[in-house]
């Protein structure tokens, strides 16, 4: 059965981090590519970032490069979303999900498998 679990979620103050991780389990880590998704209320989910299943290649959108890292450690299965100068905008559920399409990126429909989410708050 495949897992996929997001944790490290919180409330934030403006320009603080967060590091979201993604534990994952039942699959072949390192065939999959794993994406971050967001979805803020009243929103679209939307697609952040991806990391190949190497390590070797990520992708971000605009609005979150430069402060926004993801990374992953194929030993321990997991996967990281490290935040900083947080912003109220990014304010949204945050998911992990897992492809092994190959460069599927931002099509968010070649995601086979996702997580629960974990709810991110920013606010003073």
């Known amino acids: 059965q495949v897992q996929l679990v997001e944790s490290g979620g919180g409330l934030a103050q403006p320009g603080g981090s967060l590091t979201l991780s993604c534990a994952v389990s039942?699959?072949?880590?390192?065939?999959?590519?794993i994406a971050w998704v967001r979805q803020a209320p009243g929103k679209e989910r939307e697609w952040i970032s991806c990391?190949?299943?190497?390590?070797?290649?990520?992708q971000y959108v605009n609005s979150v490069k430069g402060r926004f890292t993801t990374s992953r450690d194929n030993a321990k299965n997991a996967v990281y979303l490290q935040m900083n100068n947080l912003e109220p905008e990014d304010t949204a559920v945050y998911y992990c999900?897992?492809?092994?399409?190959?460069?599927?990126?931002?099509?968010?429909?070649?995601?086979?498998?996702w997580g629960q989410g974990t709810q991110v708050t920013v606010s003073s």
């Open positions: 999900a897992a492809s092994d399409y190959g460069g599927a990126y931002s099509r968010q429909d070649l995601y086979d498998y």
């Open positions: 990391i190949s299943g190497s390590g070797d290649s990520t």
């Open positions: 039942g699959l072949i880590f390192h065939y999959y590519d």
